[in-house]
């Protein structure tokens, strides 16, 4: 089954059989859908945030909104059983270079590898992703027993468009509760009132 892609820069989908793959000497790897993208990110060192035609610049001045994949068959009522899985994180170099750019691409800019794989962390033990992946573990191993799946599974389920979307969508929240915080804080913070200087009293 072909895999989905999205473009590092515009956030586009890749069809299966086209587009570019560029790594870097430190192991990161670039998804490009046309060499327009690969040029501004790789030549120009544009950011896809202040580029008017990606998709990361035309989200965050809403205007397009991406639908949440539906839940699948089965998911909500294995949350109400109690029958969610529990998921083993890769850690460290085991995290794929195009994650840690998806996470720095929705939650950055420019977030220090141990930021987004601490934000991945809290991804793999979101409720968010369990619902979406048991059922999935479940339909693929059948009547196979098991109380937590593994990495190899679990990044095989973020190879998929359902997880992809599944992680897309935690960090699109993560984003909005991130802002949202930061202008909280700024309504909060309280005003700093200037001492009124004291008049020196003048000798007898």
Known sequence: MPIARTCSFCGNDIEPGTGRMFIRR?????????????????NLGRQARRT????????????????????????VEAEAAGGLLGVEAPKGKGVPADVIELVDHRLGPDLSRPQAEAYFARFSDSNTLKVQISPWYRKKHGAKHVEKIEAAEFLAFLETPQGRNTLKRWLDEESKKIKGRGSAEAEEAPKVEAKAAKKAKKGA
């Open 26 to 42: 430190d192991g990161t790897i670039y998804l490009f859908c046309s060499g327009k993208c690969q040029r501004n990110l790789l």
């Open 52 to 75: 008017r035609w990606t998709r990361q610049f035309q989200r965050a001045k809403g205007l397009i909104e991406e639908e949440a994949p539906a839940a699948p068959p089965g998911a």
